[in-house]
């Protein structure tokens, strides 16, 4: 049975801490996407995670902690990360650094490796809970492995229900897509996934270029399969005009302009990229929803957000 509680509601948080403390499972909402947790220094809590997603056993979690200290008890970071970490969090930023001596996050969490991928969630309700805990929350998206990650309580329950405790309702996840992952084990920092920060603001921070993630490197996350966030519908992208049979997904009215007609969701009239992130999963999942099995999408801008949106889209479309 899973139970389903506001996240607003303190009682809850107090029961969420006591269910992660006991080694169960409780999705709760991040200002990115829904996470499922479990106690991150348990591995036979995080084992629960990696049954309930169906998620392949070498792909590592990211564990959530509430402070910076916290986060320096983990990893190693160096003054670069402690930079980016002071600029970012608590926000949609994932740090990938050499595990601390002292860490707490086992072995099953890492997936075996020397690293571990830490983040101060900014969801004020997410951050009540790792307090509430008082401990690494290791939590990846909440959904079946290879899904569409869910941006509300709704989706976490259509993914999960009844193969977790406790699901927290704390509206829709305002950034709509997951963290960007910058790892620090190499001599320069590399963007391991594009995300919901932009390219442009680590580069301001950084003060120089970042290597990786624009879809001419290799080198990324042991998460990111070609195949990923995928709807059941097929998509056909950069598409201005929709084939017969096909429904749209459009940006900025291109696809309007261009004469298409039928079912044709906008991820952002204005072409405003942060408003399209915030869309783009609710509408992959919608076309699911309403049975269409063939979707052309429109071009997407390649800077800031759309780096990230791109990126999904991509795995998306792959079968
Ligand atoms: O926004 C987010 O990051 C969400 C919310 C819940 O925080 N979480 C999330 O987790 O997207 P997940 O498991 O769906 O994606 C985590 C990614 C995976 O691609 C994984 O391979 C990568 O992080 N990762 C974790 N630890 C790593 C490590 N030590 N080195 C390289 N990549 C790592
Ligand atoms: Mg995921």
Redo the contacts with the bound molecule.
């Keep these: 049975m899973t139970e389903f509680r506001s996240a607003e509601d303190e009682a809850a948080i107090a029961l969420a801490a006591r269910i992660l403390r006991a080694g169960g499972l409780v999705a709760f909402p991040?200002e990115?996407?829904?996470?499922l947790g479990a106690a991150a220094d348990s591995p036979l809590a995080v084992a629960k995670i990696y049954a309930a997603k169906g998620r392949p056993s070498f792909?590592?979690?990211?564990a959530?902690v509430a402070s910076l200290d916290a986060a320096r008890r983990e990893a190693l970071l160096s003054d670069t990360a402690l930079r980016l970490a002071e600029k970012f969090w608590p926000g949609?930023l994932?740090l990938?650094a050499p595990v601390s001596p002292q860490g707490g996050v086992c072995d099953l969490a890492?997936a075996g490796?020397a690293?571990?991928?830490l983040?101060i969630?900014s969801h004020p309700r997410s951050l009540a809970l790792l307090r509430a805990f008082g401990g690494p929350v290791a939590?990846?998206?909440a959904n079946i492995s290879g899904h569409v990650?869910p941006v509300t309580a709704r989706h976490v329950e259509q993914e999960l229900g009844g193969r977790i405790d406790l699901i927290l309702d704390g509206g829709r996840s305002i950034a709509g897509l997951?963290?960007t992952?910058v790892?620090f084990l190499t001599d320069e920092p590399m963007i391991?996934?594009p995300?919901a920060i932009t390219r442009e603001a680590l580069q301001n921070v950084i003060g120089g270029r970042l290597r990786g993630a624009s879809g001419d490197s290799p080198i990324t996350?042991?998460?990111?399969t070609a195949s990923h966030y995928a709807p059941r519908a097929k998509l056909r992208l950069d598409a201005l005009s929709l084939e017969p049979g096909e429904a749209g997904i459009d940006f900025a009215g291109a696809m309007r302009r261009g004469n298409a007609r039928g079912v044709i969701l906008d991820l952002s009239p204005t072409g405003d990229l942060t408003e399209a992130a915030a869309n783009i999963y609710v509408f992959l999942r919608e076309l699911d929803e309403r049975g269409i099995d063939r979707a052309g999408v429109a071009p997407i801008p390649s800077e800031g957000l759309g780096e990230a949106i791109r990126d999904r889209l991509r795995r998306a479309a792959v079968r």
């Design positions: 991040t990115t996407v829904y996470g792909n590592p979690l990211i959530h949609p994932t990938v890492r490796l690293s571990v991928a983040r969630p939590a990846p998206s990650s997951e963290s992952i790892s391991l996934r995300g996350s042991p998460g990111m």
